[in-house]
């Protein structure tokens, strides 16, 4: 197996990784500014539980907690919809 071979056998992961440093490198907002705007676009996309497990460490590292979570549902809630809200609020929880 070439050395090639090895960096691509999570190209999904590592594709999104990079993308995740980008958006850290190039925005001015704080970590946790940039992770409450990414929690609130997960709901408003309608995001599956995975895309959250994704950001769960990062936001944990910015400082995010679950009530903070829950206070972003709750803001967002009157443009989402309360289905989205419902199903991202399980989706949080698990």
């Given at each position: 197996m070439s050395e090639n071979e090895t960096e691509n056998d999570t190209p999904v992961s590592d594709t999104l990784l990079v993308m995740t440093a980008?958006?850290?490198?190039?925005?001015?907002?704080?970590?946790?500014?940039?992770?409450?705007?990414?929690?609130?676009?997960?709901?408003?996309?309608?995001?599956?539980?995975?895309?959250?497990?994704?950001?769960?460490?990062?936001?944990?590292?910015?400082?995010?907690?679950?009530?903070d979570v829950e206070d972003i549902l709750v803001a967002v809630a009157p443009v989402v919809g309360t289905a989205r809200i419902v199903n991202n609020h399980l989706a949080c929880v698990r």
């Amino acid at each position: 197996m070439s050395e090639n071979e090895t960096e691509n056998d999570t190209p999904v992961s590592d594709t999104l990784l990079v993308m995740t440093a980008a958006s850290l490198d190039n925005s001015d907002l704080s970590p946790r500014e940039l992770m409450i705007a990414r929690i609130a676009a997960l709901v408003a996309v309608d995001a599956s539980a995975a895309s959250y497990v994704l950001n769960a460490i990062p936001a944990a590292d910015s400082g995010i907690t679950v009530d903070d979570v829950e206070d972003i549902l709750v803001a967002v809630a009157p443009v989402v919809g309360t289905a989205r809200i419902v199903n991202n609020h399980l989706a949080c929880v698990r």
